[in-house]
């Protein structure tokens, strides 16, 4: 008995999240071109300022410091607030597209989801493949993130230490995590921290102390 190939109905898939993705890249390029804007405006504000601030001092006098004085501070007062507002633009827009990157990757997710479904009542999925799960934070609608400009840029990811630290009595517990942005020493480049460290590593051939200052 010949395979009856399923008549497709409507839009396949694929069309489905191209179509979905279709305008990302140039809405992405539309608001990243903003913030160079804004950039561009920053910088003019503060060659600008710069540049005033160099011509009072040259030509302020004692008779009319005071005044001098005042009128800088208010330039100063005026250049905050510009630059201010043109900040809280760029955190906006950045926040824009993170949204609308966020919203398509859900989308397509979503998609992946119902698509699997099919398969699944139609017969055509493997039997022995377990049912995909959607990741938490695309499975529901996350609050808008807040942005912290100070906020230290680390890499999100855990390594667990060596099973030598481990078990060598270092004060670590078995479930210790150990910081990937710590500094390593030792050839074997597993020794991460401690005051007083040496690598137990059996193949490394020679042992070396290295005093270390415990990250608080």
Request: hydrophobic share 35%; net charge negative; with cysteine.
């Amino acid at each position: 008995m010949a395979y009856k190939v399923p008549v497709q109905q409507g839009p396949s898939f694929v069309d489905d999240v191209l179509k979905n993705v279709d305008t990302l890249p140039q809405t992405l390029r539309n608001v990243y071109g903003q913030i160079k804007d804004l950039d561009v405006q920053l910088k003019q504000i503060e060659e600008e300022a710069n540049e005033s601030l160099g011509s009072a001092a040259e030509g302020a006098t004692l008779a009319d410091h005071e005044a001098a004085q005042e009128k800088l501070r208010k330039s100063a007062d005026a250049v905050h607030a510009n630059c201010a507002e043109l900040a809280d633009k760029k955190i906006a827009l950045a926040q824009n597209a993170s949204d609308i990157i966020a919203t398509v990757i859900r989308g397509i997710d979503d998609k992946l989801l119902r698509f699997e479904n099919q398969l699944r009542k139609e017969g055509r999925w493997p039997a022995d493949a377990p049912p995909t799960k959607l990741p938490k934070t695309l499975a529901r609608t996350l609050p808008v993130a807040e942005v912290n400009a100070n906020a230290p840029k680390k890499a999100n990811v855990l390594v667990h230490p060596p099973q030598s630290m481990r078990s060598s009595g270092s004060g670590l517990a078995d479930d210790a995590i150990v910081d990937p942005n710590e500094p390593r020493y030792c050839s074997c480049r597993q020794v991460s921290f401690g005051e007083m460290i040496a690598c137990e590593n059996a193949e490394v051939g020679f042992r070396a102390q290295k005093t270390t200052t415990t990250r608080t």
